[in-house]
């Protein structure tokens, strides 16, 4: 189901078309899907919806990695740079994708993971954006004295 791009609520939120996130390429798994809202309830944010304006049964929860102590320092490549208009990293936005897993045993529920290895870097300026997938990964530990 396609939804024109006007002023339109969705689950009672007003989305204004100038606020539309495109992914060019789609997401992991729903490549087809290209146009998004992002949002957050009221009151402080710190877990943004994502929300997918061709099929609004898909959302995706995500958080800016700093509200999980995680740092990036991601190469973007010429293609991922013309893919989303790059010109300058502070109208760059990075965010990762929440998860619900379940516990091996019952008893132990689940619990919420991040993507990781797929972050989302959303240029501000242009609404684009892409999922880049990391195939290395080198961590660092940073120590902060208190």
């Not at 061709?54 to 490549?77: C, H, Q, R, W």
């Amino acid at each position: 189901m396609k939804i024109d791009i006007e002023e339109f609520n969705l689950k009672d939120v007003q989305v204004n078309p100038e606020t539309v996130l495109t992914f060019p390429a789609g997401l992991s798994g729903f490549e087809h899907l290209k146009r998004y809202s992002l949002f957050h309830e009221e009151g402080k944010p710190t877990v943004f919806w994502l929300q997918s304006l061709d099929d609004t049964s898909v959302s995706f929860s995500v958080v800016e990695p700093k509200s999980l102590a995680i740092g990036y320092e991601i190469d973007l490549s010429d293609e991922d740079c013309n893919s989303i208009d790059y010109k300058d990293a502070d109208e760059t936005l990075v965010l990762v994708i929440l998860y619900r897993t379940e516990a091996e045993d019952a008893a132990s529920g689940s619990r919420i993971a991040a993507n990781t290895h797929s972050p989302l870097v959303l240029n501000m300026r242009t609404r684009l954006g892409i999922q880049k997938f990391l195939k290395e990964m080198e961590p660092s530990i940073h120590y902060r004295a208190r």
